[in-house]
Nanobody, 112 residues
């Protein structure tokens, strides 16, 4: 099982980023997936989740109306589109496949 996140970086407040999580080593399209984040000195928190087929999504209040989680099962990849980024969105973002485990994380820094 391998989950590899990418797409993080430094962005100014109000900017956008799209994170990707490429999955391998398991049957991706039968697993729900999630994005979590962990800011310095804080616990890991759920940002968004998506069902195996992509038809159901849920968001943390902090992500509603700004972030969108999607998946492409043909590419074994889940995405997190993040718009209107704020400094408080600064964190390491992790991909999670239900029951299987975590990626290594990708750093997102929102700063002027």
């Amino acid at each position: 099982v391998q989950l590899v996140e990418s797409g993080g970086g430094l962005v100014q407040p109000g900017g956008s980023l799209r994170l990707s999580c490429a999955a391998s080593g398991f049957t991706f399209n039968i697993r729900g997936a999630s994005w979590y984040r962990q800011a310095p000195g804080k616990g890991r928190e759920l940002v968004a989740l998506i069902s195996s087929g992509g038809g159901t999504t849920q968001y943390a209040d902090s992500a509603k109306d700004r972030f969108t989680i999607t998946r492409d099962n043909a590419k074994n990849t889940v995405y997190l589109q993040m718009n209107s980024l704020k400094p408080e969105d600064t964190a390491v973002y992790y991909c999670y496949a239900n029951g299987l485990g975590w990626g290594q994380g990708t750093q997102v820094t929102v700063s002027a």
